[in-house]
């Protein structure tokens, strides 16, 4: 049976107390809508759905460049969570599948339980998910009798026994898309936020005789974020369970609770990651690498056993072949480099390409920027650039050649040729003595 996935963020957010939209708010530096879209395409829905209101056009300019499998619908004035649903049913008109609603604020429920619930919604009218929340406030409240599901109860409408009760409301519920389209139908505000509550469609399905169950995930998957310090949690969660993960597919982690990743970041196997290391967004690192102490990549490419850090900093662009060595105080934007080239200490490499096995020695400095605008540097195959080499670019050095330590080169260099650009050296004999001699007696007293 066909499955479609609607996620709901059109709502303010005004417990987070901040003009961006609630779901552009950032997890592992990505959107929480964007967990939620993850989350949804792990069970490749026929649509994914997402309800728009607040903050409509920045969300959309987020994914004006994704493929266009990701739809919007508006929901003009935020009428509640049914009302949001049922905004998104009318565009499923001719789809009679299963529905799964996720909310936008709450990204964590794992490929697994997705599945869980799908399977599940086959067999019954209607499935929630619940959890035992830990600190229960806030959350609506399942009221059930063993495996049946008599009602949700938010939890501004409850009763002292209700409140009582840990187990909480996640937001995800599933069901036919036909049955849900008729029960939103029959919601009403009658409620203290004066709302159309998607909850309601428990009771109302119940009223009907069939059959509502729910499944109980782990409370991590059902983190709701509606404030900045449940935001500032969910990015702890999400990091201890990106460390778990990383173990577990075999990346060494020295000190895990010092390493920081992005939702996207994608490391391969016997790769040693030293303590405090922050992947950024848009990294991915081969087999058999270490990334060495204190070193910050973003949006980079690392091929298989390459060396990077300490200290080192990887910006946006950088590709490196197998092999690459990468040492302390190190910056690249912008650059390949080939097979086995080393960068080892104290550099600065921008819009360049290097080729195989080239040295870069300590200190140099690709001088990309004129001010107005920036330029290339060509490095060829077994180049030596000397320590505290300028490459003032746009710069094509060829293969085989050197440079002299302390040159500022302006002008191409040949094939096996050796650059120097610098002053010449003049050793003045007893000049040392001399000097010392003058300058004391010119000393002020
Ligand atoms: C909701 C549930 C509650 C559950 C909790 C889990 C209802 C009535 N309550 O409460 O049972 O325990 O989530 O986190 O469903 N939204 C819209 N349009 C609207 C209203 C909301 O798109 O008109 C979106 C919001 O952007 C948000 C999601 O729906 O992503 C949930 O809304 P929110 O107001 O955060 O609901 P809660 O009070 O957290
Ligand atoms: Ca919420």
Do not use: W
């Not at 030293?274 to 058999?288: A, M, R």
């Not at 934007?333 to 200490?345: G, L, P, R």
């Not at 104290?346 to 001088?367: F, K, P, V």
Request: charge should be neutral.
């Amino acid at each position: 049976m066909d499955t479609a996935v609607i996620i709901l963020a059109a709502g303010k957010g005004t417990r987070m107390n901040s003009s961006r939209p609630k779901v552009l708010h950032e997890v592992g530096n990505f959107p929480l809508i964007s967990h939620c879209i993850k989350t949804a395409q792990s069970i490749n829905p026929q649509k994914i759905l997402t309800v728009l209101g607040h903050g409509r056009t920045e969300i959309k300019n987020v994914f004006k460049n994704s493929d266009n499998s990701i739809e919007f619908v508006i929901q003009e004035a935020q009428l509640g969570t049914g009302h949001a649903v049922s905004v998104a049913i009318e565009e499923l008109s001719d789809f009679d599948g299963n529905v799964i609603v996720l909310f936008g604020d709450t990204p964590f429920v794992s490929a697994e339980t997705m599945r869980k619930i799908e399977t599940r919604s086959r067999r019954a009218d209607l499935v929630v998910l619940g959890f035992h929340a830990p600190d229960p406030s806030g959350y609506g409240r399942l009221i059930t009798n063993n495996n049946e599901l008599l009602k949700i109860v938010e939890h501004k409408d409850a009763n002292d026994q209700e409140l009582a009760l840990n187990l909480c409301n996640s937001g995800v519920m599933a069901g036919s898309s036909l049955l849900i389209k008729k029960l939103l139908k029959e919601l009403d505000r009658d409620n203290k936020n004066n709302e159309l509550y998607l909850t309601d469609c428990v009771q109302l399905a119940k009223a009907k005789g069939l059959n509502c169950s729910y499944l109980v995930c782990e409370p991590k998957e059902a983190l709701g974020i509606n404030s900045l310090e449940q935001l500032s949690l969910a990015e702890k969660r999400f990091q201890e369970t990106a460390r778990t993960l990383a173990l577990e597919i075999g990346i060494h982690l020295v000190a895990p609770e010092t390493v920081f990743f992005s939702l996207d970041t994608e490391i391969g196997r016997d790769t040693i990651v030293e303590p405090n290391v922050i992947f950024g967004p848009g990294v991915k690192v081969g087999n058999g690498c270490t990334v060495k102490a204190f070193s910050y990549l973003e949006r980079c490419s690392v091929s298989h056993n390459c060396s990077i850090g300490p200290y080192a900093r990887l910006r946006p662009g950088v590709d490196l072949s197998e092999g690459v060595k990468i040492g302390n105080f190190v910056e690249i934007k912008n650059s390949k480099v080939a097979e086995n080239s080393k960068i080892n200490h104290l550099s600065y490499i921008g819009d360049t390409e290097i080729g195989e096995n080239s040295n870069i020695g300590a200190g140099t400095i690709t001088c990309n920027y004129d001010g107005v605008n920036k330029h290339k540097t060509v490095i060829g195959e077994n180049v030596f650039i000397g320590s505290n080499t300028m490459l003032v670019a746009p710069l094509t050095v060829g293969n085989n050649s050197m440079t002299g330590s302390g040159s500022v080169i302006t002008k191409d260099i040949p094939a096996d040729n050796l650059a120097i650009a610098r002053a010449m050296q003049n050793n003045k004999n007893g000049g040392a003595k001399k000097l010392r001699a003058l300058l004391r007696n010119k000393k002020i007293k």
